[in-house]
């Protein structure tokens, strides 16, 4: 299998039998941390629609820009219940860097949503 066909979402896996699934709506995330994953992964993929559609009702903006960052890499660091730490890295203008969060979800109508984070340097 080509680097080109893994999920960007770091689990070893092909994308279309990953990731690419839920942003094809062929099925919901199971977890937080499965959605958590999905989301980085459509970020990676350049998909802010996904994006958009995973986010919390109350909290999602009304548009979404990307920007100019490539994602490089995830690591989960924790999940527990509603919540999932992890470490994102990227490159931009500026060069490399790291995203650090602590992302909440919430389950509504049988669906998994990202609510809000708490960022850390």
Do not use: I, K
Request: a neutral charge; hydrophobic letters at 40%; charged letters at 25%.
């Amino acid at each position: 299998m080509s680097f080109a066909a893994m999920c960007p979402c770091g689990s070893g896996r092909a994308y279309p039998a990953c990731c690419g699934a839920l942003h094809a709506g062929a099925r919901m995330a199971e977890t937080p941390e499965e959605l958590m994953r999905s989301r980085y992964a459509a970020y990676a993929r350049g998909n802010a629609e996904y994006v958009l559609r995973t986010w919390h009702p109350h909290t999602r903006p009304a548009t979404l820009s990307l920007g100019d960052m490539r994602w490089t890499g995830l690591e989960v660091l924790a999940a527990d219940g509603d919540t999932v730490q992890f470490v994102a890295r990227y490159e931009d203008a500026q060069g490399p860097g790291t995203l650090a969060e602590r992302s909440r979800f919430e389950r509504r109508a049988g669906r998994w949503f990202y609510v809000d984070g708490d960022v850390s340097a």
